[in-house]
T-cell receptor, first 115, second 111 residues
Framework: DVKVTQSSRYLVKRTGEKVFLECVQD?????MFWYRQDPGLGLRLIYF???????EKGDIPEGYSVSREKKERFSLILESASTNQTSMYLC??????????????FGPGTRLTVL | GENVEQHPSTLSVQEGDSAVIKCTYS??????FPWYKQELGKRPQLIID?????GEKKDQRIAVTLNKTAKHFSLHITETQPEDSAVYFC??????????FGRGTSLIVHP
């Protein structure tokens, strides 16, 4: 059974702090994703990675960066947290390839509050 | 890029009724259309998906239909139960291999 875990379920930070959100998957998936979920806005892609040390911007990358030093771990970094980054952050992974391998497996989410 | 519109944003039904959620997409190259269910406080999970070479797919009480010409696809839930209450997300994926999600539909099933 695929397992995607995130380092924290709830996080409270102050404006200007550097914030690290960690995601780990145990199924040797090549692709990993970071989404932001806000009410009425659905799931918006921040960044994704299709291999170690590779990263691509999603739809809303501003104010975020990512790191993927190991295949199983994908980190989201808020360089200087702002109140408008208060949100639910979801990590997901899936294997590379085509037919039959498209399902995304999501982590439990991290609810970040920036004061 | 791809744009996915999802309607309605909220759907309230009585237990036993049917529920239909509709999505439209913009990229004619999209070929994979998953539906995810997110129960309150939980992670989204895939419940059904359809590919562009199929017009309809069923799994017990849920079904998905796809109209490639009109670029829309729908989720149908029959004989709804309170445990069907959740937020449902549609998505469309094309050549970029990155799915674009709709904004979600909050389904409320009243006992």
């Amino acid at each position: 059974d695929v397992k995607v875990t995130q380092s924290s379920r709830y996080l409270v930070k102050r404006t200007g702090e550097k914030v690290f959100l960690e995601c780990v998957q145990d199924m040797d998936h090549e692709n990993m994703f970071w989404y932001r979920q806000d009410p009425g806005l659905g799931l918006r892609l921040i960044y994704f990675s299709y291999d170690v040390k590779m990263k691509e911007k999603g739809d809303i990358p501003e104010g975020y960066s990512v790191s993927r030093e190991k295949k199983e771990r994908f980190s989201l970094i808020l360089e200087s947290a702002s109140t408008n980054q208060t949100s639910m952050y979801l990590c997901a992974s899936n294997p590379s390839g085509n037919y039959g391998t498209d399902t995304q497996y999501f982590g439990p989410g991290t609810r970040l509050t920036v004061l | 890029g791809e744009n996915v519109e999802q309607h309605p944003s909220t759907l309230s039904v009585q237990e036993g009724d049917s529920a239909v959620i509709k999505c439209t997409y913009s990229d004619s190259a999209s070929n994979y259309f998953p539906w995810y269910k997110q129960e309150l406080g939980k992670r989204p999970q895939l419940i059904i998906d359809i590919r562009s070479n199929v017009g309809e797919k069923k799994d017990q009480r849920i079904a998905v239909t796809l109209n490639k010409t009109a670029k829309h696809f729908s989720l149908h839930i029959t004989e709804t139960q309170p445990e069907d209450s959740a937020v449902y997300f549609c998505a469309a994926r094309g050549g970029s291999y990155i799915p674009t999600f709709g904004r979600g539909t909050s389904l409320i099933v009243h006992p």
